[in-house]
């Protein structure tokens, strides 16, 4: 069912899927696609697109039920089937990382950290144990997925032999644009780029107030 829902659909999922874990904790049995739409920010158009592809029609006057989707999102996300991850540089973000270590997922979870940093091998970060990157093939096991927070001058070298040990995913932290080959999705986010984003938009374009 998954390979059928489009990308860009897939891409918004976790998003509902937050959203409404929270509403069910409150007791909510059933949300609009007014209230959806305020809460995560997608036009109430897209939402109703995309929860016709999850098998959810939402009813005029009544809006969706919060617990068939959240069953719905449960099996799409594998909210069940626990991903190890793995964190390469273990600096000021991504000591940030290890503390936040992404508890409100409980499907993704940071089991090791990689550095070469002599004053962090052998430690551990809230609870993360943390080893010299040359120990990545002996250490990294079944681990599929890395988060890349190292300098950008060595982004290149760390994702090739992430690649060699067989990595599908990673989530790259570095300004540096890493090439894969096309079995490894790379998914780059640039803190400083999507701040300065934000203030130029915030310049130039106001919005009303
Ligand atoms: P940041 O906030 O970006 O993490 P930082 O100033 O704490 O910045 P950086 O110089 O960006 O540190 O380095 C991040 C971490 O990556 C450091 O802990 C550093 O030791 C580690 N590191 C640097 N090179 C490598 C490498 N080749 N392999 C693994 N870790 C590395």
Redesign the pocket.
């Known amino acids: 069912m998954s390979n059928k829902i489009p990308q860009a659909t897939a891409k918004r999922l976790p998003l509902y899927y937050r959203f409404l874990n929270n509403l069910n904790y409150q007791g909510k049995t059933r949300v609009s696609s007014k209230e959806l739409s305020e809460a995560v920010k997608v036009d109430p158009a897209t939402i109703r697109r995309d929860f016709s592809y999850f098998g959810a029609l939402g009813k005029k006057g009544y809006g969706y039920n919060v617990e068939y989707l959240l069953g719905f999102f449960r099996k799409t996300l594998d909210q069940d089937e626990l991903t190890e991850v793995a964190l ?7 000591t940030a990382f290890l503390n936040y270590n992404f508890l409100r997922n409980n499907n993704t979870k940071i089991v090791i950290g ?4 002599s004053s ?1 091998i052998g430690t551990e970060v809230a609870g993360v144990p943390i080893y010299h ?1 040359d120990q990545l093939e002996e250490k990294l096991g079944d681990v599929r997925v890395a988060i890349l ?3 950008a001058v ?1 982004a290149d ?2 994702t090739n032999t992430l690649v060699a040990h067989g990595i599908d995913g990673i989530l790259n932290f570095t300004p540096a644009r890493i090439s894969v080959p096309d079995h490894v999705r790379v998914h780059h986010i640039d803190l400083s780029v999507e701040l300065q984003a934000l203030v130029y938009f915030l310049k130039h374009y106001p919005l009303h107030t």
Do not use: Q
Request: charge should be negative; glycine fraction near 16%; hydrophobic fraction near 35%.
């Open positions: 390469i540089g273990v600096g000021n973000l991504g990689f550095d070469t940093n962090k990157i927070t190292v300098p060595s070298e760390i």
